[in-house]
């Protein structure tokens, strides 16, 4: 009988290959003292492995584009911060070498992160990849990363790094196993951005013998050691069942009793537009502008270059919905000009929206280059802030879209509990809500969506969490105001079937995810899509809900 590993499905598929790890960590460089006649070369050498593993981050990014640009392009000034440069160049002057210092200085930035909250405890898996990249650079040995092989298999690591995910090739790696990350972790949103079946938080995947044949799900999180031919044939079947489904439905989305659903893309940039376009999205459910942000972290960019790039996202859209996100910097997203140097916790700090009132000319700025991008066009431009927790924001942000002009809806994010329970007041002031199912639970449970070990409280369908996505869908109705998702929850083709029920107006999700969700619920009526939300909400437990949802809904 084979054995069955279980853990978090977070991009659909089926594959079957043999098992490749991940290449091993750096090791920690020899304690070796230099001589005071070295000292320079080696700071030289230091700064040096910096700027070449920063610029290849970038590159990466560059090649990525999307959400995989901003996240290595935030690894990129992770490499080049400043305070582990002076803290390097010190313990070099004291005598280390180039990679002793690097592998010290970032110890001691590591344990800083790990005293200072879930939040940024999450980060750690970033700063290990860039400390590893940097004493692999200067030791001179290959970059950790995904093994090279001649015949496609399935990669299996600890966890994965942003770079790694970011430029994983379909047609080698099969589908990836990981030991730790989450359903809302980087590396769980690339690979739905990539189509790449993955399975997360898997316990004793780093035990996994080189060479086995392992079968994953990436639907419903199995892994199984040495499939037989049966299994293998059951797991294929089910697979082309599901493309075949999907195959089968174009247009808009709808229930089978024609209530429309409105499926939408969440995109970085400009670089995303065609995937959308290619996956027949209805428009841009969330566009994330922080990437035209990330070039000059000195100073906001000008309205002319911003108004450059809205524009040409807006027009790939000419009869469709473009829902912009504003600037939302802070926590893991610094920037220097407008986020506190130092702050005991930047996740519960100044952040999104806080940080944009706190500089209001950033603001006035981005909402000219966008009231002006959509002049002349007949795309339907909504615009939003992240991170509302009242309604005292939500005026604010109402009232600094009409000083600059902006022809356009005005609506919230809800991100934050406060803002779930007290929906009602925030629509007072703006026209729509977006529900971003990735912070809502991580603040709703206090669970870092980066944080392995707490998957089970980022699951997005914990009924706390629903319990809250019910609250704020209902006081849109009763408003006859619209409530979207944009969260990675969209992504999950039963869950939709379940946000539909709970009132939800539209879902937004990664483009290569909108296929699936679109035939899933062509499958289902407006009724049993309701019935399917109140068996999530009675259940108690994630797996319970969907238990629940799968025996109204009639999937095996």
Aim: with cysteine.
């Amino acid at each position: 009988m084979e054995t069955v590993l279980r853990g978090v499905g977070v991009s659909d598929g089926v594959a079957v290959g043999e098992v490749r790890h991940m290449g091993t960590a750096v090791l920690e460089p020899p304690v070796r003292t230099v001589a005071a006649d070295e000292v320079e070369r080696e700071q030289a050498r230091a700064r040096q492995a910096v700027e070449w593993v920063a610029a290849d981050l970038v590159a990466r990014g560059n090649l990525a584009g999307g959400e995989a640009q901003d996240v290595l392009e935030a690894q990129a000034l992770m490499a080049r911060d400043p305070e582990l440069a002076t803290d390097v160049e010190r313990r070099i002057a004291e005598g280390s070498t180039a990679e002793r210092a690097v592998y010290d200085a970032f110890a001691a930035y590591r344990v800083l992160l790990l005293g200072a909250g879930d939040y940024l405890a999450g980060r750690v898996a970033d700063l290990d990849d860039v400390r590893n990249r940097l004493v692999a650079r200067l030791l001179g040995v290959p970059m950790p990363g995904v093994p090279d092989s001649d015949y496609p298999y399935v990669l299996v690591a600890r966890d994965l790094a942003p770079a790694d995910t970011a430029l994983l090739d379909p047609a080698l790696v099969l589908g990836f196993v990981t030991q730790e990350g989450g359903p809302t972790s980087h590396s769980a949103i690339l690979a739905r951005a990539l189509g790449v079946p993955a399975v997360v938080a898997v316990p004793g995947a780093g035990e996994l013998v080189e060479g086995t044949t392992v079968a994953l799900d990436g639907a419903d999180g199995q892994v199984v050691i040495e499939p037989g031919e049966e299994l293998r044939a059951e797991l294929v079947a089910r697979a082309e069942q599901r493309r075949a489904a999907v195959a089968a439905v174009s247009g808009p989305g709808a229930t089978s009793d024609g209530h429309a659903v409105p499926l939408l893309a969440n995109i970085g940039g400009v670089g995303d537009v065609a995937a959308a376009v290619r996956a027949g999205a209805e428009g841009v459910g969330l566009f994330r502008t922080e990437f035209l942000f990330l070039d000059d972290h000195r100073q906001a960019p000008s309205v002319e270059v911003q108004q450059e790039a809205y524009r040409q996202v807006l027009e790939a859209f000419p009869e469709g919905r473009v829902v912009v996100r504003v600037l939302d910097a802070g926590a893991d997203k610094p920037l220097d000009f407008l986020t506190p140097a130092e702050e005991p916790n930047p996740a519960l700090g100044v952040r999104g929206l806080r940080t944009l009132l706190d500089h209001p000319e950033v603001l006035a700025g981005q909402l000219t280059a966008l009231a002006r991008a959509a002049e002349g066009l007949s795309v339907r431009l909504e615009v939003m802030a992240p991170m509302v927790a009242d309604r005292a924001d939500a005026a604010q942000f109402a009232a600094a879209c009409q000083a600059a002009g902006l022809p356009a809806k005005v609506g919230a994010m809800v991100e934050i509990p406060s803002a779930a329970l007290r929906a009602g007041a925030l629509l007072r002031e703006v026209d729509f809500l977006s529900l971003g199912t990735n912070d809502l639970a991580q603040y709703t449970f206090a669970a870092d969506r980066q944080t392995g070990s707490l998957a089970r409280l980022q699951d997005p369908w914990q009924p706390a969490l629903l319990d809250l996505v019910h609250a704020a869908a209902q006081a849109a109705q009763t408003r006859g105001k619209s409530c979207g998702v944009c969260g990675e929850a969209a992504a999950d083709p039963l869950l939709a079937c379940v946000l539909t029920g709970l009132g939800v107006t539209s879902l937004s999700m990664s483009p290569t995810a909108i296929p699936r969700v679109r035939a899933t619920l062509a499958q289902y009526t407006l009724a049993a899509c309701q019935e399917a939300a109140r068996a999530a909400l009675a259940a108690d437990t994630p797996q319970e809900a969907r238990e629940a949802v799968k025996g109204v809904l009639g999937v095996a």
